[in-house]
């Protein structure tokens, strides 16, 4: 028998401290924001290079492939690339409102002071680029592209942030973090309200009435998974067909997600305490009392983790490494024709992005601080909101996705060198002011724990 305590049980151990629930979620989001912007990262040169080579012609055409549902004249068939922006993205921001939704029950933005700073910042960082925007687009045709210069990307911003390692203290990553989120939902409604078409009041009203049966269910106790999956399917499908943009549902059922457990860490062990006081006989399967135990221990183990949980847990690999590079790859091919680009939207694209994102951060964070609408946490310094405000302007993912709504076929190329040349900028920038910081010292391992 050994003395080492890494070789004892893990039941012998203390059981998890509460704030475990809630700083291992945002670690793992974290490394996996990060590894996914390096694959984004990865996948957005694979699309610039192919749409800039000999298999230019090909490589884009296949993004307009006609896919669907055709039987008679019943026709739900769509280019290849509108099921991506507008079906694969919706689970993107299905798991943006997760994360927001975990974070305002409870992670820090429960906290309203320190949730106003966040939001603070997410509307500056949205109002004035858009203001910006339209002061250097006003009577021209690109007018209505004011909502792609608004949003964050997430991903490439975390990994911007993970390229400085302890420079930079937790409270900025959770800073950029809650102004990303905010501004994605943001971003989403401006989508719904200013870039939908005409509205089919009848297809909406069915689509409130299956909202209301997902949250009855919820209500009532229903926890399988694929049936939900089906209700939000046909939601998805009537708000569709509404006229709104389709993605919105998935920001209103993440938003309706619960972030309750069913079963306590208590009621875990109870029941897992029976399954040892009754073994399994002799005599194998049949409706025993071993059987009825272990058939409750794993719906014990399953649902001792929220469904916020464990469908940020299942949905965060797939969007990270699937959807966005997929999105990406579908979305940032732009061939370098100069000749043909119009340089007056790729201008307002590109200030908007440099100039009126780090203004707009900045200028309504220190309105929420010197008001005392919001808090700023001790070791976030104004220099390294300066440089989270900078990164801010690193818009790629949603500033493509609103790009493609608002742009025609003759601009839509400018916007995408804007956004190209902003994201590289922006990155350039913050990365710059904050890598001379020096590295965050750190309590040794013992003391942390």
């Avoid at 694979?46 to 055709?70: C, D, K, M, Y």
């Avoid at 990307?153 to 102004?179: E, H, K, Q, Y």
């Avoid at 939000?232 to 943009?245: C, K, M």
């Avoid at 440089?387 to 993912?397: E, H, S």
């Amino acid at each position: 028998m050994t003395n080492d305590p890494q070789a004892e049980p893990p039941y012998t151990r203390l059981p998890s401290a509460y704030v475990d629930r809630l700083t291992k979620p945002f670690a793992r989001f974290l490394h996996i924001e990060a590894a996914g912007g390096a694959v984004l990262l990865l996948f957005t040169a694979a699309a610039l290079i192919l749409s800039n080579s000999p298999w230019a012609h090909p490589f884009l055409e296949i993004w307009e492939t006609r896919v669907g549902l055709q039987v008679g004249a019943f026709d739900f068939t769509r280019p290849l690339k509108e099921w991506i922006n507008g079906g694969l993205m919706t689970l993107f921001f299905f798991l943006v409102a997760l994360e927001l939704k975990r974070e305002l029950v409870l992670g820090e933005l429960r906290k309203p002071r320190m949730a106003a700073l966040s939001i603070a910042a997410a509307a500056g960082g949205m109002l004035l680029p858009a203001a910006l925007y339209l002061a250097l687009q006003w009577g021209q045709p690109g007018v209505t592209g004011w909502g792609t210069v608004m949003a964050t990307d997430t991903a490439f911003v975390i990994g911007c942030l993970a390229l400085l390692g302890s420079r930079i203290p937790p409270s900025l990553r959770l800073f950029m973090l809650s102004l990303a989120i905010v501004d994605d939902i943001g971003a989403i409604l401006v989508v719904a309200i200013g870039y939908s078409g005409d509205l089919s009041w009848g297809a909406l009203a069915l689509a409130a009435v299956g909202v209301a049966v997902i949250r009855a269910m919820a209500v009532t106790g229903i926890r399988s998974f694929p049936l939900y999956f089906l209700g939000g399917a046909s939601i998805w499908l009537l708000v569709d067909a509404s006229g709104i943009h389709a993605t919105i549902t998935g920001v209103i059922l993440g938003l309706m997600t619960p972030t309750r457990r069913w079963v306590s860490d208590e009621r875990l062990y109870a029941i897992l305490n029976q399954v040892v006081a009754h073994p399994a006989d002799e005599l194998g399967s049949g409706d025993t009392r071993h059987r009825q135990t272990l058939l409750a221990a794993e719906v014990a183990a399953r649902e001792t983790l929220s469904p916020v949980e464990r469908l940020e847990m299942a949905l965060h690999p797939w969007v990270g490494f699937v959807i966005m590079p997929l999105f990406a790859v579908a979305n940032a091919g732009l061939p370098l024709a100069f000749d043909e680009l119009d340089g007056s939207v790729s201008a307002a694209v590109f200030f908007g992005f440099m100039l009126g994102k780090p203004v707009g951060v900045l200028t309504f964070s220190w309105l929420a601080v010197r008001t005392g609408i919001a808090t700023r946490p001790p070791d976030l310094g104004w220099r390294l909101l300066a440089g989270g405000a900078l990164l801010a302007g690193i818009g790629f993912t949603m500033a493509l996705f609103i790009a493609n709504l608002a742009f025609g076929p003759g601009q839509i190329d400018s916007a995408k060198l804007g956004i190209l040349l902003a994201s590289v900028g922006s990155a350039i920038a913050g990365i710059a002011l904050l890598l001379p910081l020096p590295a965050q010292t750190r309590p040794p391992a013992a003391e942390r724990d």
